[in-house]
């Protein structure tokens, strides 16, 4: 009971995600329905101007419902963001309620 409450075991979940896109594409709800498919939990919690302003980099964490869907869930975001860099890693502490 107490691993379900501090969820131990499921590190591969929790990941931070790094996504470049133009400057020009509203970020605002675009990853929406790519994310509600493969997470079951995200937050935006960063939008940065990168390559002198052209680019922007938004940074979520968020919780995967299945680990081993992560490529496809790289692929269906790369269809979004014009196939520019996208970077998935483990967040530095896991969060709950994001």
């Known amino acids: 009971m107490l691993y379900t409450a501090v969820h131990l075991g499921e590190g591969g ?5 790094h996504i470049t896109i ?21 937050a935006l919690k960063q939008v940065k101007t990168t390559n002198m302003g052209s680019l922007l980099k938004l940074t979520y964490d968020l919780t995967l419902r299945e680990p081993d869907q992560e490529k496809a869930f790289i692929d269906e975001l790369r269809r979004r963001n014009g196939n520019l860099e996208i970077s998935v890693s483990h967040q530095a502490t896991a969060t709950t309620g994001l």
């Open 22 to 42: 133009p400057e020009d594409l509203d970020y605002t709800g675009v990853f929406d329905p790519v994310l509600k498919e493969y997470t079951s939990d995200y």
């Open 13 to 17: 979940r929790y990941k931070a995600l």
